[in-house]
């Protein structure tokens, strides 16, 4: 089991893991990072990491019913810079700032995927620099659960927020703290995450665990790739994968 004196959440452990030369293989030339989403639009099954991470991104923008009217949107843990990219497609009318708190990464995207409508910004998660009701929507993929402290994250998102302003997430629930995963992170089922977003002023309106589809079919592909560690760790340590739509404000809940 892992303590908070264990934490490994600098830059550099971030950067090593996202710029991994074998995980860069496998991602291809997507520029993504994330377990992915392994089945397809029509229900099947989704073969290649790279795909399976596009998916996953697309899989938050189907989430969101409210993109025709989205104006601002933030990308918090924007990783490369290529989610962004894909946020700023489908949310044609919205302007696009991607947040992460590696310089390095900040840096790549910037070369990579900057564009009219989209900026990069390098800032912390826990204490962002946004006026407050600012931001139409704030998605962040697979990034949550390693923001020290995630409540903090969830308060500082409602503040940003707009009235009614949505916050989209996919986020794991571990059985014990990680190296990556901060003890404070503690929540163990949905209705403990529930608790956590109303309990910092969100209104949770769906959570569902999608981990068959995410984290499970991501460590075997681990396995399959000779990084045995990696996959067992994933195996042991995570108990759910969220998708996650929460409102700033009330508003009525599908939440069991």
Known sequence: MSSDRDLRLRESDYDFAILHPALRCLFGASDLYNYGYW????GGRITTLAEAAARLVQ?????DQ???NTRTLLDVGCGLGACTGLFAA???EAEITGINYSAR???HAERHHAGPRITFRQMDATALDFPDQSIDCIHAVEAAMHFHPRRRFFEEARRVLVPGGRLILTDVLARRPTTFIPAANSEASISEYARTLVETGL?????????DDTAAPFAKVMHANAMHAYGRAIEQDVSGY???LAVNGSATSNVS
């Open 39 to 42: 089945r397809s639009a029509d």
């Open 59 to 63: 899989l938050h923008i189907e989430t």
């Open 66 to 68: 409210g993109r025709g």
């Open 90 to 92: 489908a949310y044609p």
């Open 105 to 107: 990464q900040i840096a």
């Open 203 to 211: 209104q949770p309106l769906e959570i569902t665990d999608i981990l």
């Open 242 to 244: 969220l998708l996650v």
